[in-house]
């Protein structure tokens, strides 16, 4: 089953051998180490309950990082102090996490924390997500840290409860598939233009049962933050593991992170870090080339992240019975200009495009614009770093100008848990990660884009993309 | 978790692909901090209306919904968020089984730590079973085997696989909790080897 010594291996291949603490046999799968276990509020009470019940302590608090993101309000505390949690139950679960750290002895990124953020925004941040890793997170898409050349992946709270009493998993490895992607990237295509297009060419269930190695030149150009959301939306395409190979761009985002190795410890760790890459003549068990330079700015239409179109295309036919139903669930009819559609709704934020650049982006974006009068706009920073950082920046200042509302980090409205909502038939550009069905509130409509495309359309007032702005008047 | 060997019962079909885990349960009712309850919550916006009333004619607003063990649902069945909540509010519902052509990964881990089994069957059977709503069939894990009755009166009997570790402990019922502590040994000599 497993190459012999000598043979080329994969950074899959690599990462999981090294973290094998017992091998795979016909009758058992094998038993996996895992050196960081991300925790938030929404899937870990039940696992820590397993703790106590079994009377057994967390095996190791060092390797176990807490924040609060999915059920948090996006709004400030009133001037009573009280934070605006959407139910009594959200808050509850807060207190939760909150008390199962102290007991546990557990780090947590807690309100008054300086890093706190989205699991998946913060990890990285801190430099706790590091090549090599084995990570996983009561989260889907805990495959954002593949980017820095780390296996990571996704469980359920029975298994968060496995990793806190044995900081171990059982698994059955997964199959492989490299995703190469030649080219360059046209101007103003990001990262969530190609993986839509991956998510389009694999299908939402393409990748079910593999891990994905991306690369090829268009993935090496990629900087981290654009790594990380190529790695994220990975799972929208069944696979639970998408990674890159660390290089000169993984040890230049993690020089200097507070929880990185330093000086010579992170010279030495870098040098080791090089060593992950595939080896040349590494084995997949399935490959597939695309051409990088082809892809344009994209956009769904449906209600799986794989139905999409390049801006300015029309809603093609659909080819079954559930992409019909899915029309028929957006209003959307086939030959239909996307164009047409008003909308109601942009939310910029979540651990997909949560990040400084992608603020950036809609900053040079409503720079002297203005959201369009019937949109609600909301940014929300996917940590408190990228909010320290874009306040720095004055990036807050145009957002705000520009008349979108600027909130505290947390998941918000990527999946309307907190208080943030799209109301039922309302129409969303979103930069997050699924346009399933009422993914956003009950009955909302949900068009996944990148940043870029998300604020063009605040900024419009219907489905457009950057290239639709009207030129600026004054000096640009 | 409850042992399961041998399901009888009438089946459920939905025959809809790509149910995803906020169809199977949204993400607003995962803020308790248990898991009591959760079926309740089940297909919460298929069953109820934006108002919050029961849409009467929706199949699982039908009695039948609770007395069929069987869910059938259409390929790529789970897929989406990691939520452990997802085969709890099945299991809550009513289901011990979930039949599909494709069952996303980690809905199917999370399915077998929990106590509902997922069978993945051969894309012509499972079209010939999509047509069979409502009529009773039997799963058998023990022989890996789906049976049907046939039109002629016969049985027909369609095998399936399963990750041998998941069905001996779904058979027996136990906690795969305990082999990981069995290994704590080995665990501990790995973390010693570092």
Known sequence: ????????????????????VQAQTEATPAIIYIDLHLVHEVTSPQGFDLLREKGIPVRRPDLTLATLDHSTPTLPAGADGIRPYYTEQARHQVHTLRDNCREFGIELHDWDSPSRGIVHVMGPELGATRPGMTIVCGDSHTSTHGA?????????????????????????KPKSMRINVAGKLAGGVTAKDLALNIIHYLGMNGGTGYVIEYAGEAVRNLDMESRMTLCNLTIEAGARAG?????????????????APKDAAFETAAESWLQLASDPGAEFDHEINLDGSAIRPTITYGTDPGMSVAIGEPVPPAANESQAKALKYMGFSAGQSLGERKVDVVFIGSCT???????????????GRHVAGHVRMLVV????????????EGLHETIIKAGAEWRLPGCSMCLAMNGDIVAPGETAVSTSNRNFEGRQGSGSRTLLASPETAAACAVIGHVAGVSELQPLQESR | MQAISQVTGPILVLEQENIDTDQIIPARFLTSTSFAGIGEHAFADWRFDTNGDAIADHVLNQSRARRSPILVAGHNFGCGSSRE????????????????????????????????????????????LLQMDGQEITVDLEQCRVLVSAADGGEQSWPFTIDPFARHCLLRGLDRFEFLVQANDAITAYEEGR
């Not at chain 2, 199917?108 to 010939?128: E, I, T």
Request: charged share 20%; with cysteine; hydrophobic share 40%.
């Open chain 1, 243 to 259: 990674m890159i190979a660390p290089d000169a761009t993984t040890i230049e985002y993690l020089r200097g992170r507070p929880k």
């Open chain 1, 381 to 392: 920073p996917g940590s408190e770093d990228v909010r320290k950082q874009a306040e720095d």
């Open chain 2, 85 to 128: 909540h997802a085969p709890r509010a099945l299991l809550g519902f009513g289901f011990r089984v979930v039949i599909s052509s494709q069952i996303a990964d980690i809905f199917r881990n999370n399915s077998q730590n929990v106590g509902l089994l997922p069978v993945v069957l051969d894309k012509d059977q499972f079209a010939s």
């Open chain 1, 1 to 20: 089953m497993s190459a012999p010594e000598s043979s080329p291996k994969s950074l899959f291949d690599k990462l999981w051998n090294a973290h094998l």
């Open chain 1, 353 to 367: 495009n949560g990040r400084i650049s992608d603020l950036r982006a809609v900053a040079k974006v409503l720079h």
């Open chain 1, 148 to 172: 820095f050349g780390a296996l990571a992946f996704g469980i359920g709270t029975t298994e968060v409860g496995h990793v806190l009493a044995t900081q171990c998993l059982l698994q059955t």
